[in-house]
């Protein structure tokens, strides 16, 4: 008898020291020193990378293409009337400003994308806390561990250079956040009225994604404000929420009235880029044709059944559901043992997207119907489903490979979702459930071995860069600018001493005020000279470029061009101009070529 009191005892005061663990967050949300040593940390290592990542590789194609068309901003020309852009706006205005306000010097530019980066990795963090608060077993440490392979999966650790998929992952990061204090703020209208304003911004980042977001947190809000209404809970906040996002797109549209034509915009940025970029809806299907989504999403479901029938916390079947939930992170780390082909490397960790979509999308359903009846949903519940449609929505660029290097935070979030239902601190009343004594280990454990997975293949992810394979970063040493105006930036091979080459014949032999046509556009010509483009496009890819060959050849004429700048050796692989050969005869029938530089053939025309 003194033996099963003193067991019972023993059996008591662990399960209370799990259950006191588990509940560590039952207070309001707070920052604690710990909180603002965590977030430094987060921010300055994913800033380290993003530099570090500057300092090692350059990728010419789209650096020029941003930095080109902000500098041509900045001296007064207007997008979308004075020449096309078929993307939205607000990256390249925010790199035109810092121009007039910095200066043409390219490092300027990577302390942006370098605090940018920082910035996005701690809002992120500071989502989890919200999302894992009084939700998840350890809620802190759950939300380090899932926020600290964002430090080499950032939106600016892989492509570390001014991007506009950077930046609208940035913007709907803030927008995140404001929507889940508004249920903490109780709704106050103006608060809940600028959260709904600055649901339009990622729209004017990047439209795909941007506007995938704002049309999925609309609608949300909208069934959200419905269903309050069941429930007899208040729901102007929701009201005020939606009235802001439609104030916001209004005042938008006003602007691009005034400034450049809404017309003009919607050609460029809807029908010109949905017909230069818009991908068959087949594509977007196929990456749930992967024959290993099979068998990643049932490990991950038969452990979750086994954690849920694992009542007795019995610790065989505990180590089992950890192993097989945890099994479709792990993989993508053994992979880079079992596979000696970096893409093949890449590939599993990028496969780890349909699955997640699909495992978050289970848990967020059977949130719901946990949910039912009991209280009326909120915004942590539906944000799943919003962000599921916002990573569909920027896969319409170039899918899985191609779209989601700034998209890792999202993942991250989804991932909290996820755990979030998955290892519940409490439970619903009335429902069966686990204890918590074997939850927490299983929690941990899971989240642990998954953020150690993420962490260690993000980590090659980037120093691989493998994503950027469609340029040449391996050929030849590191070479760093010795211009004033490209400080900071660093290439390997030969594209640093060529373009400074003819930089200095331009300086010396091309007057000023004379107009120039660069083809195919790869170097930061413009930005670097201080010269204005004369032609309407400062690049010749068939995503950007609406002209034919003639066009071309009639508005050379036309604009009294008299500089024409060939580019035979590029960073970028492959040929990206359309009917290179026939645009050439054509320009070459009024051209003659002057001087060779290597890789550079320039041709003038006479008056």
């Known amino acids: 008898m003194p ?75 207007v997008p979308y009337r004075d020449f096309p852009l078929p993307f939205a706006p607000l990256t390249f205005l925010v790199q035109a400003a810092l121009i007039k306000l910095t200066g043409r010097v390219f490092f300027h530019h990577v302390i942006y994308a370098a605090a940018a980066g920082g910035l996005a990795t701690l809002l992120a963090w500071r989502i989890l806390l919200h999302l894992l608060h009084e939700k998840a077993p350890s809620p802190r440490l759950m939300a380090f561990l899932l926020a600290a392979p964002l430090v080499f999966l950032g939106i600016y650790s892989i492509f570390p250079h001014p991007f506009y998929d950077c930046d609208c992952t940035l913007a709907i990061l803030v927008a995140i956040l404001l929507l889940l204090q508004l249920p903490r703020k109780d709704f106050p209208p103006f608060r809940a009225f600028f959260t709904g304003a600055f649901l339009v911004v990622p729209l004017f980042v990047k439209q795909n994604a941007g506007l995938a977001f704002l049309a999925a947190t609309v609608l949300s809000l909208a069934v959200l404000m419905v269903l309050a209404r069941w429930y007899l809970r208040p729901a102007r906040g929701y009201a005020w929420t939606i009235a802001g996002a439609a104030s916001a797109l209004a005042l938008a549209a006003a602007l691009i009235h ?66 097989l939930l945890s099994l479709p992170f792990v993989w993508t780390l053994m992979a880079l043992l079992i596979e000696s082909d970096p893409a093949e490397r890449a590939d599993q960790l990028l496969a780890l997207w349909p699955f997640l979509l699909v495992v978050s ?30 990573v ?64 260690v293949s993000g980590w090659y992810y980037t120093w691989s860069h493998e994503r950027l394979s469609y340029v040449k970063l391996s ?13 900071g930036l660093s290439v390997r091979g030969p594209w640093i001493p060529e373009f400074e080459r003819l930089m200095r014949f331009a300086r010396q032999e091309i007057p000023f005020e004379d107009g120039l046509l660069l083809i195919p556009g790869e170097d930061l010509f413009y930005y670097t000279s201080g010269r204005h483009p004369r032609f309407p496009v400062v690049m010749f890819d068939h995503t950007v470029n609406p002209f034919s060959p003639e066009e071309i050849q009639r508005i050379v004429l036309a604009r009294n061009i008299r ?45």
């Open 475 to 487: 050929d030849g040493e590191i070479v760093r600018s010795t211009l004033s105006e490209l400080a």
């Open 3 to 77: 033996q099963g009191g003193h067991r019972k005892s023993s059996i008591c005061t662990v399960s209370e020291f799990f259950r006191l663990a588990s509940l560590e967050e039952t207070k309001p949300l707070q920052n604690t020193v710990g909180d603002w040593l965590l977030a430094a940390i987060l921010f300055f290592a994913t800033a380290a990378v993003v530099v570090w990542q500057n300092l090692r590789l350059g990728i010419l194609w789209d650096l020029s293409y941003i930095l080109e068309t902000s500098y041509r901003i900045s001296v007064g020309d």
């Open 361 to 390: 999308l289970a848990s967020a359903l059977w949130s719901f119907r946990q949910s039912a009846g009991v209280a009326p949903p909120e915004i942590a519940l539906v944000l799943p489903l919003i962000l599921i449609a916002t």
């Open 258 to 323: 005034l400034t450049t034509g809404v017309y003009n915009y919607l050609h460029w940025t809807v029908q010109f880029a949905a017909a230069r970029r818009l991908p068959p809806f087949s594509d977007l299907l196929a990456i749930y044709e992967a024959p290993q989504l099979l068998w990643r999403v049932t490990a991950f479901l038969c452990g979750a059944l086994l954690l849920s029938l694992n009542r007795k916390a019995r610790p065989a079947l505990t180590l089992l559901s950890i192993s």
């Open 563 to 607: 500089w024409l700048i060939v580019k035979n050796e590029l960073q970028v692989n492959g040929e990206p101009v359309e009917d290179k050969a026939r645009l050439l005869a054509l320009l070459l029938q009024d051209f003659h070529l002057v001087q060779n530089f290597g890789i550079y053939d320039i041709y003038r025309r006479e008056k």
């Open 392 to 455: 569909h929505g920027a896969f319409l660029s170039q899918q899985v490979w191609g779209s989601t290097y700034a998209l890792w935070p999202l993942f991250m979030i989804l991932c909290a979702c996820t755990f979030s239902v998955l290892f519940p601190a409490r439970m619903l009343s009335g429902s069966p459930t686990v204890p918590v004594i074997a939850r927490v280990p299983a929690s941990l454990a899971t989240v642990s071995l998954a953020a150690v997975s993420l962490l």
